[in-house]
């Protein structure tokens, strides 16, 4: 059983700065990509920043320059850093864990958090 942690989320003025962070746990051999999605009410879940294991990143065009991912390999978290928020950053960001093998077995998975509610407003 693996399961996604997410912390940090909350309410922060424009201009303002968060960092969500992401811990998976259970009996992990590895992860391929960790990342982070969001959905905004009545909107389709999106990519926001994905990162693979050698550590090559990806970013929505919407959030390169002022959001940053990384990842810490030994202990299966993934972290985002939101800098400069706009109120159309709002929305719940969910964690995702892509390709997780589990240890002992030779098949992939991928699992999500369950999500963080980011505001973004005055």
């Known amino acids: 059983q693996v399961q996604l942690v997410e912390s940090g989320g909350g309410l922060v003025q424009p201009g303002g700065s968060l960092r969500l962070s992401c811990a998976a746990s259970?009996?992990?051999?590895?992860?391929?990509?960790m990342g982070w999605y969001r959905q905004a009410h009545g909107k389709q879940r999106e990519l926001v920043a994905v990162?693979?294991?050698?550590?090559?990143?990806n970013y929505a065009d919407s959030v390169k320059d002022r959001f940053s991912i990384s990842r810490d390999n030994a202990r299966n978290t993934v972290s985002l850093q939101m800098n400069n928020l706009k109120p159309e950053d709002t929305a719940v960001y969910y964690c995702?864990?892509?390709?997780?093998?589990?240890?002992?077995?030779?098949?992939?998975?991928?699992?999500w958090g369950q999500g963080t509610q980011v505001t973004v407003s005055s």
């Open positions: 995702h864990a892509g390709g997780v093998i589990i240890t002992g077995t030779n098949d992939e998975y991928d699992h």
């Open positions: 259970g009996s992990i051999f590895s992860i391929n990509v």
């Open positions: 990162i693979s294991r050698q550590g090559n990143t």
